[in-house]
Structure formats: C-alpha cells, structure tokens
C-alpha cells in the first residue's frame, strides 16, 4: 500500500516536473510578440528600420546656412539653445535629447538592430523568394543609416585615405549580450559594407509596401544609391541610379515649389512639403521625434538677414527670383515653410506629450542634382545643364522655358573665374566641369535650405567655412579640420569606441 | 459522503459512548461520589472533549459538546484537567460535588509553534527570523484592511501609510527591501498561498493617487475578524521555501477555523467608527481676507486683469467680478456690477470675508459600520469556521463611499481515525465604491512638476483651493469659478464627475493531508481564486469636464483650448468643438484568475532514545496567475438620455491623433513551478540545523530556456541553550537560544525580461492617419545574460527569556548583500538600444532588531504587559550603472538613486537666498552659472554628475522605526494603548510655490513673509510673487522651473520622524452571571481612538501627516478614528 502511494507521488512529481514545467513555462507573459515567423511581422520589424530622429537641428547651423542673429533670437528651449550655439561654433555636445547628433546614433543604431533583427529572422526561417522584398528592404535600410552615419561621424569618404579614416561600427547582428564590443574599423570597410549591402539590396526590393513614402521603395534605393556614389565619386553609376529613380518623365515628379506651394497657405506649404501621397518628390520620408519645428525660426544662428540675402533674396542664375516666399515678421524669425509638428499628447490639462516632425529623406530634387553633377564630372555638360535648368524652372517665379532656360555655355560664362580652390573632394574637380559642380552647389544650398544637405556637400568638397557672431568676430573651420567630424557619443567614448582627434 | 461511510462513523461513535458507559459503571462499582461541572474556556465558551483525569487511577472522562463532564472520584484525589492549546490544571477534590473548570489558554504553547505557509514548525526548531502577531493583540477596530494595523508592530517591518483610502495598499517594506528598480513589497501568504494583488503597482506607483491604487491592497477582501494570526517571515531562512519570490519578505497570514469538539457558537462583532473631518489647524493656510490681499498684489503685478481673467483657462473671485461687470441686465437697463473701483472693491469684500471652511463643505462625520456574524464548531471529524462580514463607509467626503460583503466558510474532516484530514475553504468578498472621478497623474519632466487633468480630489480641493471662494452665493445658489475655460463648482462636479468601482474576489481552496505512516504524512493544496474589478468613470454632459470639451466662447479662448481640435487635413481649419453633446463613460475591467497546486511530504523521526531528530520536508509547486485589463473611452455617452450614444466623429479622430488610443485591452501571464526540499535535524533539541533548497522556474523571460530555473539554498542552525544543564537550573534565564542563518534569496524582476528579445507592437507615430502603420519594436534586445536579482543574508538572532518567560528579548543583526540587482545602463548605442536593464547593482543592507515584551505584572486581578520593538538599519547602493535624472531624485517618490546613499534617496537643489527681485537663486557658484540667465543651468532630465550639485537630504524611506504597547487587565476591564514610531528619513514639504498663480489659488502662512520690496531678501527666505514683467524678464519657462526648483530645494523638506498616538483602547467584559442571565456565553464592549493624534513631528510639517503623500487622485491621509464596538457571543 505504502510503495504503490509512493510510487503514484513519484510518478505525479515526475510527470509534472518532465512535461509539464517547461511547457508551462513557455507561456508568453505578456502581449509582446512570441516569435517573428510570418513575413508580415518581418515587415512590420522593418517599418522601424529607419533613423526617426532628426540631423537637420544639428548639421544646419555646422554648415554656412547659419548666420547669428543676435543674442534677441532664442529657441526658447533650454537644451536646443545650446544645441544651435554648440553646433554653431563646431562644438562638441554631451546632450541626449532630441534633435542632438548622440540622439541620431542611438536612433540610427536602432534602425540598425531592426533590420539586422528581420535578416536574422529571415535566415532563421530559411530565407526563399517569398523573403526576397523584406531582405532588400532590410539591407537598404541598414546600408543607408549606416551611411548617415559615416558621413556625419567620420571623415569624408576619400579614396586616399578612406582605409586609414575612422569609420563608425557596422553591425550586421543583432546583439545579444548586454554590453557588446564593437570596432569603428574604417571608412573604406563602411563603404565596402554599404555597397555590398545596396548591391544585394536593390535587385530584390519590390514596391509592395502599405504607406510607400516610409519605405525603400524601387525608387528610393536608387535615390539613396545616388547619394552613396556620389560621395565616392563613382558618376557612371550617380548617373544611373539617379536615371531609376527619376523614372521617364523627371520634370513631372519635382517639387514644383512655383505652382504648388508658392500660391498657397503657410499651413498647406508645410502640409505638402511632408505630405506622402500629394508631393511625388518625395522618395522617403520619416516621422522624428523632434522638437525642431518649435525653434527652426526662431534659433539664434539660423538665417538671419545675411543668409537670407545669399541664399534667397538675390534669385537665380535663370534671372527670376527664387519662388521661396521667406517667413517671419523679421530676421529674427525668417524661415521657409517646411516643418510641420505632430503632438502626441500624454497629458492634454499640462500640455505635455511628445513632439515628431516629418522629414524628407530622399527627393526627386536631390536625385536630379547628383545627376547633373555627375553628367558635369563626366564632361556632359548638355545633360548636366537640362538638369539644372528642369530644377530652376520648377523653384522660380515667373519662370518661362521660353526665355529663361540656360544654356551650357551661359552657365560657364556665369561661373567663369570661380576659384579652384574652394571645392577641393578628393577626386579632383577639372576646370571645364567647375562652373556647372559650382552652379549645382549654389542651387542645392537654397533649394536644400534647412534640409540638412548643406552640410553634407561642405564636407564632400572640403569647403573651408567661416561663422562669424554679431560682434563681428569670425570663427574658420579650414580644410581637412577635425571638427567636420561630429563627436561620437559620450556614452560610446565611455565603453572604450576612440574618439574622434580634437 | 458515502452511506458506508456515515454508516462506519455512526458505528465508532457508539463505540466510543459503550466505552465511556463501561468506565462510568465501573465507577459506579467502587462507590465514589459522583463530580459534575462545565468546562469553559476563559470567554465562557463551553470546551468539549476535555479530558478529567484522577491521578494515580487510570480512570478518566471527557467533556461533552456542552461542557459537562461527570467523574467518580474521592475527597481529596487529585483530577488533572487536560485539552490541547489549554494549560493543563490540577483540582484537589473537596466536599462539593459541582467543579465547575475554566480554561486559560495556553498563550505560551500556541507561539511555540511557527507558521510559515507551508509547515508548523516548532519555534525551537525554527532557525529563521520570524514573528507572530495574534490579529486579536493587534486588531484596529474600525480600520477595514488588515494590513494597516501592522504599523509599528514587527521590528524589521515599515508600513507607510502613504495613502488612507481604503482599497489602497500601504507602503510595506521588510528589513528596507532588496531591489533598486524593481518590486519592493513583501508577498502575502493567506492560509499556505499567495496572494496576488489585482494591479501590479511599483512603490512610486502606490503614491501616485491614481485609481487603479484601489486596487493595489492583496488584502482588501479579508475580513479583519477573519484573521486568526500574523506571522512576518524575515530572513533567508525563514523564507526559504518561498525561493524566488521571497526577496522582499513574507507575510503569512492564518485565518480562523473551528476546533474539534467545539460547541457550536455564535460570534457577532459591531464597529461603529466616526472619522474627524480635518481642520485648517492642521494646514496653516491663509485665510480669505489674506488671501484676497495676496490677490490684491497679483492684480498691481499684471494679472487678474480683465482679459486674462475672464477668458483665461483659471479664474475664481476676479472672474465672477467680471462676469458681474459684463453681465448686462435688460430689464434694470445695467450691468450687475458697476466697473468703478469702489463698486469691485464692495464687490470683492463679501469674498474677502467668506472664509470657507472646505473640509466642513466637502467631509462628513458619516459613520463606517462593520458587522461580522461568525460561526465556529466542531466534533469529533469535523470543525467548521463561517463568517459573514459586512463593511459600509458612507465616505468621509460627498464623492466616497466603500460597501463590502465578505464571507468565509471552512470546513475540516477528520477520517480514517485521523489519518486523513481535509479542508475546504471558500472566501469571497464583494465591494462597491465610489471614488472622485480622477485621471492619471503625469509627470512634467521638463518644468518639474506632477499635473494631473481635472483634480477634483475633495482633499487636495480644501487644502488647494482659495478660502475666498464660496460653495455658494449668498442666495445659497451653486457658485461657479473657472477651470479649464469652464463653469467649475466643486460640489456640482464630484455629482457630475465620479468612479464606481465594483470589485468581486472569490477563492476555493482545499487541502488535504494524510498519514501515510507515524513518520510520514502527504500534503495536497489547490487553490483557485478569480477577482475582478470594473471600473466606470462617469463624467456626465453637466461635468467641468465636458464643459472645457466645449468652451469656444471667443478666438482666444478657441486658441487656447487643448480640448478642441484643429483638423490637419484642413491646414486652415479653427479649432472646434468636438464633444458637442454628452459627457465622457470611461470602463475599466482588471481580473485577476489564479490558481495554485502543491504536493509535499514531510517525513519526521526520532533515533537513539529521541536524542536525534529529523524532518524532512519536500514537495513541488505550481502556480498560474493571468490578468488581464481593458478600458474603453466612451464620448458622447448622454447621461441625462438614457445613455444614447451620439458621439462626433470627429473626436475619435482627435484622440486617435493625439496618440491616445479609446481602448485598450493588455493581458499579462505568469507561470511558476517550483521544487523545494528541507532538511531539519537536531540532537536533543539543543542542537538544530536546518538546510533548504529551492528550485524555482518562472515564465517571466517568455520561450527563453536561459535562467528561468533559479535554485536558492540556506543554511541555518540554532542552539537552544536553555536545553544545557547549566542554565536549567538558573532562576533567572528562562530561555535562550541563538540562531545563525545564511541564504540566498532572489527574484526575477517583472522590468527585465529579455533572456530573448522582447517584439511589442506598436503604431508608428506619424502625423496623418493614413501614414501610420503598425510596426514591431524591439522593445528590448536580447541580454542572454540577464539573470535573477539576488540577496545574499547572514542572519545572527538571539532569544532570551528572563523570569519564566515574564521577560522575553528578541534581537537580531543582519547583513544583506544584494547582487545582480536590476538597473538601467547607458550603453554605447550601437547594439541598438541606448538605456538597457541588467544586472549592474549592488546593495548592501545592515540592520538591528530588537524587541522585548514584559508581563509587568500578573495578579489575578490586575495584569500589565508591555511590548517595545525597535529596528534600524543602513542601506547604501554600492554599484550602480544608471544616472537618476534631477527629477527622479529631488522628488521624494522613492525612484532617486545614486550610488554611496540608500536606495530612494531625496536630494535638493542648494537653496542661495532670493536675489533682489525676491526670485530664488541657486548653482550661484557653477562656473557655467550666467547672471542674465540664471535658471539656464536647471535641467530636471539632467544626469550628468547631478550630485556635483544636489544637496543630500536623507533616504525617503524610514530606517528606524518601532512601536511600543501597553495592555492593563483589571478584573472585566481592560485598557491598551499603543504607540508607533519612525524615523530617519526625510519627506518633501508640498510644492506650494509657483511662477503663476490665480485667484483659485491659496497660500500657506508663510507668505505673509514673502519679499516684497528690494532688500526683503535680507530678512526672508520666502519667494516673491513674481510680476508679469519679472516673468517677461527671466522667461516663463525659466521662471517656472525655478520656482519648481524651489519646491524642490533645501529650504522645502523636513524631517520624516515621527512619534505617533496609533490607538487607545478600553474594554470591558461583562461578567460570568450577567451574561448567563442573558443566556449569552460572552458580552463586550469597547472604545477605541486610532491615530488620535502625532506625539512628535517636524514643526516645518505644521501638523500634516509625515506619512501622507499629497498626490490628489483618490489620495486621501489616514483619518483619526473614534470606535465603539460591541462583541457578543451565543
């Protein structure tokens, strides 16, 4: 009697321990996701494989589309005050928030770890063609933050020194310790992984997305594909991305600031500017969080009467005026239409939630420059000055193609005598291609205006720059300074990751 | 029950009367006399099965249901009178033939015994450190929650009554707790399970005051009658076998049950308790004619103008004056009030002497009733305990009001000649509540402050709100100020704006135990318990609330109004209304379904003449907890139309917009099995060591197999060195006996749960609907190394009795190393996550106990003891990755740690004086400090070297604390009185100081200091007003942070000790004849105050309760009790 009650305890005991426990204790705790086995849940880890954070509040004032209004002008936020002024001054900054360059890393990085999360998944599950969209778009998205971030945090690409520059980390796994080691390598390794990432990924991307504009489509990977050989110098292929992206009729997918937003509201500038669905010049987009709409006009070392003149003011080469209308009761708040925020609200009696900003990653208008830069580094001229004249005709008042389209030889007679050594990339600019390169840089300053594209063009051409404060004192950052390299994060320094040399 | 069954009990019954029939006629043969009498216990509560014995016979008898036993014995032999749980008597037989016996419990026997949930263990055998609390010692009559009356009572254990309402748990920590970032609170164990509360709601959640706090109490449900004994598990050791969940401590609680051959009784207990509505006394505020000074200056600095006040979001007695000035009478062809400045002044002047009293408005005196009818009896197989308890609080305010039913019924059979002993258990209770219709707190990070939307807390109303306003006008109509740009009267909003909550919590439990042999006994425990609550926030179409949804009156107010919407699909649309018609239904549901099963055996010998001893003790544990919780935000629900729907679409697009989902439903699941065995040996009972393992598994981490098994072991020994020859023989020392203990105990934290990484779902957060899209997170990555937090104890105790025991010392030290512990780290970024959790931190936790309890004096009239306990102890974090934010650690709610001081430390901003426009100025000496800009270096997000410039005021949690009582027995009359205490730790003055204030507001007394004019700041430390130019001057946002930094600043804490009057109370009894002629078996009646009043506080405090966060919601402090009871048993 005894063994046999024994015996059931025993067996029970057993029984629960062997089958039970571990079936038991796979139980889900809660509403997170058990596993990511369909390709839509890789699809949707992708929808979060893009930077949201914002590059425009900290690489505007770096760049010379900056100028100091006076001590009058402030954010009104703590944090982005000294933001701007810290940037301004080509600084290093410790801060964290939002609209900061230590902010941009973390966010880049997550992007990084959702895409490297959907090709782990993808290989865990097999791979196969039903894969093959979501493996394209998984690779794009961790080429391009990648990329931005390169080209923010390391030396520009050169193809001289690109081996022994710095990069930044390139994470191809998902990270499974708590404190994980990684390398910066170099910029010549970033690039090789980027390319690799963007030739493998764009074969396989299909337009099979719910909101396009958020998302790689065909065209988008073309456009980024052009920014990324653009930065190397390699034209044939700026050429032939930037062709894929624009498609067959480039004028019709611009943004055709002088028909569609000149005549409109302040509001409905900003509402199509961001706008997914009415604005085709838009190839990828992304919702920050983001402050940036509360103290892009109003920021000290933004534009003040002087930037507002060079860029704005003067008109164009096409001899109309640029149909920018600029904002603002004075040049204290001078702005261009071109932000829009989203608040999402935590606490509507104390007016606190979080704020987000769209942004415009990648455009038509972009693309067709790169073109035309590239058609002026290979001598076609012809080509590069149709591309530059379907961008003015699409950003100038009154523009008539009757009278106001230039010519190739206008454009080198308007540019004649334009120092050679301002634009100084690595490759080498020759003298014919000079005044159409200088003429591209010039549009792209005023049309990419609080875009954040400036910068990136300053740093690609080894443009020396020279911030001056409203005492008159000027500030130079020369050629080949240290300072083109934002800092890497604090807290990455910390963890052993080199610096970048002060 | 089988007939075969009843049949063969029926049999042994007759048996056992044939065998008792054969003694009494055995007797009868010898010719002694015949004795009689009735055996009681002490309450005159009959006692069957009573066993009589003649000395130096073997004859003997046993007392009937009744009491009465009938024995033959001689003049002069000796009966020895016996029962379990009694001291056993001896009775010299004279002339008389009646002997009529009482019983006294045998106190010192019942607290041999320890009760931890899973064993009774003998206290000699028990290494850990424990104390058992009688509920009846300890009971607060009036007070509803059990828990509550811990206060002061345990050496080792705080309880916080950060918040009174009932429902809301206190803050309970044992021996200051052991996780930096995750759960605090001990486990409650009631009758061997655990008892898991609705809500899982960390120690800052608890102060918040939001409602789902009333949920957050485990034991709500429990009748306090219910509750036999308490039994506060310590250390490792004792909290062994509850392995992982342990790390906090255990509360094991042992409600009542039935004893065998018990006469059936009738117990009925009445509380009538009466609260006091509070007083300004206790609040120094100013008064109206102060007040409307205060605003007098207000209105010279630029505010209270017209404008503003009529079509700004605040306004109170300016703004029924120009409500009054623009209100034009057609029929008298004039405005109602004149705009000259004598007509605003006479105007202004019957506020000027309103002087309100709100708690008199807002607080009844209405009475709480608590009505328990019990039951308990037993026979010979079987006891049973019920109860019926009723509840009723018809509020201390005009918005509260708590029903509760609660019943208890259980049943314990005795079988096959008790081998086999099975208990059922059913508990259920039922509440209804109404509480102040109350929203979320939110934490404003960047200016410093909590806001909460729509406060309409009576409370924080009275001590928050002008004593200028009126309720109502002198006609006695309802008078309305503004808020949030409507009519706001607070009488008329608590009818329009409330929450219902209803709360059913029902628990079958059934134990089983049997014999397998002498040494072997089998134990089964299942338990299933289901709970839920739903909540209904009613906010009706007459509601404040509902009215800010639809104030458009003028463009600026359209501008203004965060309750209106602006359409981003029309870029030039106005903000409009869009809750037209109706009011707000906001349902909540939270349930709870949980289930237990354990299986054990416990094997116990002794060898070698008894010499060695042995138990061992092992079994295995399942437990399976789901909750799960919805709310759903109904708009446009009409109150006043029978509930029809007519919602504007347009709302849920604003709400959808704003990122705030209308519903919700979230589900939470937890799975643990463990595996325990211990092992007891001791020689002679001198010696006793003890030794358990546990292997727990948990679900926490999901599918990763990674450490969800965790095993947890202990070692403890004790030696009882009053067993040694050469101290039986002292007269002094009674008892000794030392325990040494070590263990390891630990918990999975519920905030790190990524062994695998963690996907949610989520919607990406983009301006126009038609962009969003769902999305999967990595909410967190994968930390295969995440592990369970640990605690590592050494655990030295000591037990000394002096005296027959009439002198009992309690001390022991512990030192605690937790390791592993949970904190967040700032990572390089690049893994893709910058703030992760894992095991960074390190604690350490030294601490003293202590507590004595006397019989002062034992005569068999008057009876005196004397119980004092006190602990201390010092918690330092040691390691430490994660950087507070300013906010976290100057706001006192526990959340702010650092490195070097205790775990929830409270800093300050260093308070430098005013400056010479009457503003606080700090970090004067910062080398960054700028003059122009004076408040650019506060940053309340800060983290970077915080402490370089925060001031180090003290832990937010008490680190001494104890009680000391004193109980008077004389004759029927009895009295008690005890005492609470605490200590060490610092509290936040309430934030009283603003950049802004309206005419709502109020001020406390020490305004009237306030700097006024340049060269105040010489002689006063209290902040200007700030007038609208200084505030155009420093900025609005500057301003506001700085004043918040003030409320934050060395000059706003106070000390957190206290000595508090926790209750008085006096008894009586009625005696043995009165009742019989009553034909009751016991009569009593009793007075008792609870929390009469604090003995010591901090004068800064003036008065207000160190205890009590003032967070608004449904927070209210614990209110002082007056309680008459009455206890009749039949």
């Known amino acids: 009697m005894k063994n046999i009650k024994f015996n059931i305890i025993k067996v029970l005991a057993f029984v629960l321990l062997a089958s039970s426990c571990n079936d038991v204790l796979d139980e889900t705790p809660d509403n997170r996701i058990e596993a990511l086995d369909t390709p839509e849940k890789i699809a949707e880890l992708l929808v979060g494989a893009y930077p949201d954070a914002a590059y425009v509040p900290f690489l505007e004032p770096m760049s010379d589309n900056a100028g100091d209004k006076g001590p009058s002008a402030d954010t009104g936020i703590d944090f982005a005050t000294t933001l701007n002024k810290r940037m301004y001054f080509w600084d290093d900054i410790n801060d964290t928030d939002d609209d900061t360059p230590t902010n941009y890393w973390n966010r880049a990085y997550k992007a990084i770890a959702q895409a490297n999360q959907a090709l782990a998944s993808i290989e865990a599950l097999g791979g196969g063609s039903t894969y093959n969209a979501l493996k394209g778009e998984a690779l794009l998205c961790r080429a391009y933050a990648h990329f931005m971030l390169v080209s923010i945090f390391s030396k520009a690409y050169s193809s001289a020194t690109a081996s022994t520059d710095m990069g930044i980390p390139y994470v191809t796994k998902p990270e499974t310790v708590l404190l994980a080691k990684y390398e910066r390598g170099n910029v010549a390794q970033v690039y090789s992984q980027i390319q690799n990432d963007i030739e493998t990924g764009i074969p396989l991307i299909k337009d099979e997305y719910n909101v396009p504009a958020y998302h790689f489509t065909k065209r988008a990977a073309h456009a980024f594909a052009s920014r990324f050989y653009l930065n190397k110098g390699d034209w044939q292929k700026v050429i032939d991305h930037s062709t894929e992206a624009l498609g067959t009729n480039a004028l019709n997918v611009l943004r055709n600031w002088t028909t569609n937003y000149a005549p409109k509201t302040y509001s409905e500038q900003n509402y199509f500017y961001a706008s997914s669905t009415d604005e085709p010049a838009n190839l990828l987009l992304v919702s920050a969080s983001s402050l940036y709409n509360r103290f892009h006009y109003s920021a000290r070392y933004q534009m003040n009467s002087a930037i507002a003149s060079k860029l704005f003011f003067g008109g164009n080469i096409s001899g109309n005026d640029w149909s920018f209308g600029i904002y603002g009761s004075s040049d204290l708040y001078y702005n261009i239409p071109k932000f829009q925020e989203y608040f999402k609200v935590t606490n509507q009696a104390a007016g606190t939630g979080n704020a987000f900003v769209t942004y415009v990653l990648l455009s038509t208008d972009e693309v067709l420059l790169n073109r035309a830069e590239a058609y002026a580094m290979l001598g076609q001229f012809d080509k590069a000055t149709t591309d530059i004249n379907w961008s003015l005709s699409v950003k100038s008042d009154n523009y008539n193609p009757a009278t106001d389209v230039l010519t190739a030889s206008e454009i080198a007679t308007l540019y004649q005598g334009f120092p050679t050594t301002t634009y100084t990339p690595f490759y080498g600019i020759p003298g014919a291609s000079l005044p159409f390169v200088a003429a591209i840089l010039d549009i792209k300053q005023t049309i990419f205006y609080n875009d954040g594209l400036r910068w990136f063009d300053i740093k690609r051409h080894n443009v020396e720059l020279t911030h001056t404060d409203i005492l008159g004192n000027s500030y130079k950052l020369p050629k080949n300074d240290n300072r083109r390299q934002v800092q890497i994060p604090e807290s990455a320094q910390s963890f052993g990751i080199p610096q970048n040399p002060r | ?1130």
């Not at chain 2, 029950?1 to 010898?30: D, E, H």
């Not at chain 2, 309100?356 to 807002?362: A, E, G, I, S």
Request: aromatic share 12%; charged share 20%.
């Open chain 2, 1 to 1130: 029950m089988t007939n075969s069954n009843i049949y063969s009990m029926k049999r042994k019954l007759t048996c056992v009367l044939t065998f008792f029939l054969v003694l009494t006629m055995q007797f009868a043969f010898t010719q002694e006399k015949s004795i009689k009498g009735k055996i009681t216990d002490s309450n005159g509560v009959p006692l069957g099965g009573v066993t009589i014995i003649v000395e130096g016979s073997n004859r003997g008898a046993a007392s009937n249901f009744d009491g009465d036993y009938t024995i033959l014995a001689k003049t002069g032999s000796v009966l020895k009178v016996s029962f379990i749980g009694m001291k056993t008597q001896t009775i010299t037989v004279g002339s008389q033939t009646t002997i009529n016996i009482v019983m006294d419990e045998d106190r010192e026997n019942l607290d041999t015994v320890v009760i931890t949930g899973y064993q009774n263990v003998k206290r000699e055998l028990f290494t850990g450190a424990s104390q058992t609390i009688k509920a009846a010692d300890i009971k607060l009559d009036g007070e509803a929650d059990i828990s509550r009356a811990l206060e002061g009572r345990v050496a080792g254990v705080s309880v916080q009554n950060v918040t009174g309402t009932f429902g809301a748990s206190p803050r309970i920590t044992i021996r200051g707790s052991s996780s930096i970032l995750g759960d605090t609170k001990p486990i409650w164990i009631i009758d061997g399970v655990i008892q898991e509360e609705i809500v899982n709601l960390s120690v800052s959640d608890l102060v918040s005051g939001d409602a789902n706090t009333l949920l957050s109490s485990a034991v709500a449900g429990l009748n306090a009658s219910d509750v036999e004994s308490f039994e506060i598990l310590k250390d490792a050791s004792a909290t062994a076998l509850y392995g992982a969940r342990a790390l906090n401590g255990v509360v094991v609680i042992t409600t009542k049950s039935g004893k065998k051959n018990q006469k059936p009784t009738f117990n009925y207990a009445a509380e009538y308790a009466v609260r006091d509505i509070p007083r300004y006394t206790n609040y120094d505020l100013l008064n109206s004619q102060e007040t409307v000074s205060v605003y007098r200056e207000m209105e010279t600095k630029g505010f209270l103008n017209l404008p503003s006040s009529f079509q700004g979001r605040y306004g109170g007695i300016y703004n029924i004056m120009y409500r009054a000035i623009n209100n034009f009478d057609e029929t008298t062809g004039q405005f109602q009030l004149q705009n000259t400045p004598e007509a605003r002044a006479r105007f202004l002047q019957q506020y000027e002497l309103a002087n309100t009293n709100w708690f008199k408005t807002l607080f009844s005196a209405a009475p709480t009733q608590t009505h328990t009818l019990s039951f308990s009896g037993g026979g010979e197989n079987s006891t049973s305990y019920a109860s019926l308890g009723y509840y009723t609080d018809g509020g201390w305010t005009v918005a509260d009001r708590v029903r509760r039913i609660t019943g208890n019924l259980r049943n314990t059979y005795f079988l096959m000649d008790d081998k086999l002993k099975i208990t059922t258990q059913l508990q259920g209770s039922i509440r209804n509540q109404l509480a102040p219709g109350t929203f979320a707190r939110q934490e404003d990070v960047v200016s410093g402050s909590y806001t909460r939307d729509f406060d309409i807390n009576p409370f924080s109303y009275a001590i928050n709100t002008s004593r200028a306003l009126r309720p109502r006008d002198a006609d006695g109509n309802l008078e309305y100020s503004r808020y949030n740009w409507a009519p706001f009267n607070i009488l008329d909003e608590l009818k329009n704006n409330g929450i219902e909550l209803n709360v059913s919590d029902i628990k079958f439990q059934g134990q089983g135990e049997y014999e397998i042999n002498k040494n072997i006994t089998y134990n089964f425990l299942g338990s299933a318990r289901y709970a839920t609550s739903n909540g209904e926030h009613a906010i009706t179409e007459n509601s404040n609330v509902a009215g800010a949804y639809r104030a458009d009156e003028t463009t600026i107010v359209q501008d203004q109004n965060t309750f209106l919407f602006s359409d981003p699909d029309f870029p030039n649309s106005r903000p409009k209304v869009v809750l037209p018609v109706g009011g707000i239904l906001i349902t909540s549901k939270n349930t709870l379904v949980t289930y237990t099963f354990r299986n054990t055996l416990d094997f116990t010998k002794r060898f070698n003449n008894e010499a060695h001893g042995i138990r061992i003790y092992g079994g295995q544990e399942y437990r399976y907890t789901d909750r799960t919780e919805t709310k759903n935000t109904g708009y446009g629900y009409q109150f006043s139309r029978g509930g029809t729907v007519f919602t504007d679409p347009d709302i849920l697009k604003k709400a959808i917009l704003e990122g705030n989902p209308y519903f919700s439903a979230e589900e939470t699941r937890q799975r643990e099995v463990s595996f325990f065995a211990n092992l007891t040996y001791d020689f002679e009972k001198k010696y006793v060591l003890n030794v358990t393992g546990n292997y727990e598994g948990s679900n926490r981490a999901g599918k990763s197999s990674d450490s969800r098994w965790l095993p947890t072991y202990t070692i403890g020994g004790k030696w009882n060195v009053d067993k040694e020859d050469f101290i039986k023989k002292s007269d002094i020392v009674s008892s000794l006996a030392f325990r040494p203990s070590y263990g390891l105990v630990a918990l999975l934290a519920d905030n790190a749960t990524n062994n695998l990484a963690v996907f949610r779902s989520q919607i990406t957060d983009r301006t126009y609907n038609d962009d969003r899209e769902n999305y999967i997170d990595i909410e967190d990555l994968q930390n295969s190394e995440l592990t369970w937090e640990k605690t590592l104890e050494l655990n030295l105790g000591v037990d000394v009795g002096f005296f027959h025991n009439r002198i009992m010392l309690n001390f022991d030290a512990y030192f605690r190393k937790g390791k592993d512990l949970i904190d967040l780290i700032r990572t390089t970024g690049i893994g893709g996550e910058s703030l992760k959790l894992g095991n960074n931190s390190e604690m350490t936790t030294n601490g003293i106990e202590f507590q004595v309890n006397t019989v002062n004096i034992d005569s068999d009239d008057f009876r005196w003891k004397t119980g004092f306990n006190i602990s201390h102890f010092n918690q330092e974090v040691t390691s430490l990755k994660q950087e507070s934010n300013v906010f976290d650690l100057v706001t006192g709610t526990g959340r702010g740690n650092a490195i070097g001081y205790p775990k929830g430390a409270l800093f300050s901003y260093k308070f430098e004086g005013l400056n010479n426009y009457g503003l606080p100025t700090f970090l004067t000496e910062d080398p960054d400090f700028n003059p122009a800009k004076p408040y650019d270096l506060i940053d309340f997000q800060d983290t970077d070297k915080v402490l370089d410039y925060l001031v180090y005021e003290g832990p937010t949690e008490a680190n001494v604390s104890g009680g000391l009582s004193n109980s008077f027995t004389y004759k029927n009359w009895d009295f008690s009185f005890f005492i609470s205490f605490s200590a060490g730790n610092k509290v936040r003055l309430a934030s009283a100081y603003k950049s802004k204030y309206t005419d709502l507001d109020v001020f406390p007394r020490e305004f009237v200091n306030r700097w006024i004019a340049s060269g105040d700041e010489n002689i006063t430390n209290v902040p200007t007003i700030a007038s609208q130019s200084v505030l155009q001057a420093f900025g609005e946002n500057e301003l506001e942070r700085a004043y918040n930094a003030y409320n934050y600043s060395t000059a706003r804490t106070a000390d957190g000790d206290f000595i508090r009057m926790k209750n008085i109370a006096l008894g009586y009894n009625f005696d043995k004849q009165t009742i019989n002629k009553l034909g009751i078996s016991n009569f009593r009646l009793s007075l008792q105050t609870t929390n009469p009043f604090l003995i010591y506080s901090d004068s800064k405090l003036g008065g207000q309760d160190p205890e009590f966060f003032r967070s608004g919601g449904v927070a209210y402090p614990i209110s002082r009790l007056f309680t008459f009871s009455l206890n009749v048993g039949f």
